[in-house]
């Protein structure tokens, strides 16, 4: 069967340090995959997005990688900040007809 | 710019009732989504539109209508509301179709409740 999975739920990090979340899929082809940011409360704000012909995409300080091999996305925040402490999704364009479908996300805590 | 906005913001039905959450966007898209998020299930695609006049199902459309008469709105519809359906109901809007768009918005949400 085909699913999307966040590594945790819930991820804990020391102020200052490298955050990496992992999106893994099994049964998708997918040829695009984005990240998106939620707080609580709150809509999906869009990161980024990266093509299944890209390996690593940046923007700031966040990087995305994309191993079509491994079928995994890792998600990366460098010199994280409390700011940063949110909900993270994943989403690939796996079912074709215009589908987006969603991981259950990922909550990140930066500690202070 | 507004961006997408949701109307309303909370509402608690009872079973068996009827309701339209309206979406809209000013940013001139194509593409409109209607998902809903419970507690462990992520985000799921109940329906969506590729233009004016147009809607297709997602992933989860049973006991939905939805409605694109306008390129700016996208109307969902509960006909007959059940405890099943308290969710969390957000509205999406993109330029491009969602998987390749460069940005896709997200509304603030409706947060409804079927007693």
């Known amino acids: 069967s085909q699913k999307i999975e966040q590594n945790s739920e819930a991820l804990n990090i020391q102020e200052g340090k490298t955050a990496t979340l992992t999106c893994n899929y099994t049964n998708y082809s997918p040829a695009y995959l984005q990240w998106y940011r939620q707080d609580p409360g709150r809509g999906p704000v869009f990161l980024l997005l990266i093509r299944e012909n890209e390996k690593e995409k940046r923007k700031e300080r966040l990087k995305v990688t994309f191993d079509t091999t491994l079928k995994q996305s890792l998600f990366h925040i460098t010199a994280s900040q409390p700011a940063d402490s949110a909900t993270y999704l994943c989403a690939l364009d796996g079912t074709g007809s215009y589908q987006l479908t969603f991981g259950k996300g990922t909550k990140l805590s930066v500690i202070p | 710019n507004a961006g997408v906005t949701q109307t309303p913001k909370f509402r608690v039905l009872k079973t068996g009732q009827s309701m339209t959450l309206l979406c809209a966007q000013d940013m001139n898209h194509e593409y409109m989504y209607w998902y809903r998020q419970d507690p462990g299930m992520g985000l799921r695609l109940i329906h969506y539109?590729?233009?004016?006049?147009?809607?297709a199902k997602g992933e989860v459309p049973d006991g939905y209508n939805v409605s694109r008469l306008k390129k700016q709105n996208f109307l969902l519809g509960l006909e007959s509301a059940a405890p099943s359906q308290t969710s969390v109901y957000f509205c999406?809007?993109?330029?491009?179709?969602?998987?390749?768009?460069?940005?896709?918005?997200f509304g603030p949400g409706t947060r409804l409740t079927v007693l």
């Open positions: 539109s590729v233009g004016e006049g147009t809607t």
């Open positions: 999406a809007s993109s330029y491009s179709w969602a998987g390749e768009a460069d940005t896709q918005y």
